[in-house]
């Protein structure tokens, strides 16, 4: 049984400060990793995604990826009370050509307070 | 407009009844998911289709069933529903011919079952 695990928090961060979301995966065969952003009641929206070991930044976002330890971290710089959501981590163990079936974490709830 | 819609939005809905969820896009995409969600449990795959001659059961597809009436439409059924069943449901569609093959979100049908 693939598994994907989050800290399901809360994790409370002050605004201005880095908010780091911390998942692990069981797959040793997985290939692409993603981040999804969930407001209360709303469905998931895409914000970052990741293939290769090391760090991608996109705006005040950096995935972090380490295949290695099998470890995907989302870093949120300057975090505003706006980011306050739940971040899903999605992990797909398929080659593309086989179809994207994503495995998700739990997911972490942040709250970053004014 | 939205790429991908669900009807209904909302369901109260009594055990033993029937009951079937909808999900349109107007992306062009092949492939369609239906998930549901838990407090606490992520997102969780209930079928999938890569197109219209194909349906694949997912993680959790006891008590449900589907129908891919066209590209554009996939839809849920709950032959007999129960209060466990009671979740927020989800309709994604992906993209094989991207290489990331990104999935996205409908708004969700949030169902009671009483």
């Known amino acids: 049984q693939k598994e994907v695990e989050q800290n399901s928090g809360p994790l409370s961060v002050p605004e201005g400060a880095i908010a780091s979301l911390n998942c692990t995966y069981s797959d040793r065969v997985s290939q692409s990793f993603f981040w999804y952003r969930q407001y209360s009641g709303k469905s998931p929206e895409l914000i970052m995604s990741i293939y290769s070991n090391g760090d991608k930044e996109d705006g005040r976002f950096t995935a972090q990826l380490n295949k290695a330890s099998q470890y995907v971290s989302l870093l949120i710089r300057d975090s505003q009370p706006s980011d306050s959501a739940t971040y899903l981590c999605a992990v797909n163990s398929y080659p593309n050509n086989a179809g994207n079936m994503l495995t998700f974490g739990g997911g972490t709830r942040l709250m970053v307070k004014p | 407009d939205a790429d991908v819609t669900q009807t209904p939005r909302n369901r109260i809905t009594k055990t033993g009844k029937r009951i079937m969820l909808e999900c349109s896009q107007t992306?062009?995409?092949?492939?369609m998911y239906w998930y549901r969600q838990d407090p606490g449990l992520g997102l969780r795959l209930i079928y999938y289709?890569?197109?219209?001659?194909?349906?694949n059961k997912g993680e959790i597809s006891d008590g449900y069933s589907v129908s891919r009436q066209a590209q554009a439409k996939f839809s849920l059924s709950l032959e007999s529903a129960i209060p466990n069943q009671t979740a927020l449901y989800f309709c994604a569609t992906s993209d094989p011919g991207t290489f990331t093959d990104t999935q996205y979100f409908g708004p969700g049908t949030r169902l009671t079952v009483l």
């Open positions: 289709s890569f197109d219209v001659k194909d349906i």
């Open positions: 992306k062009g995409h092949d492939r």
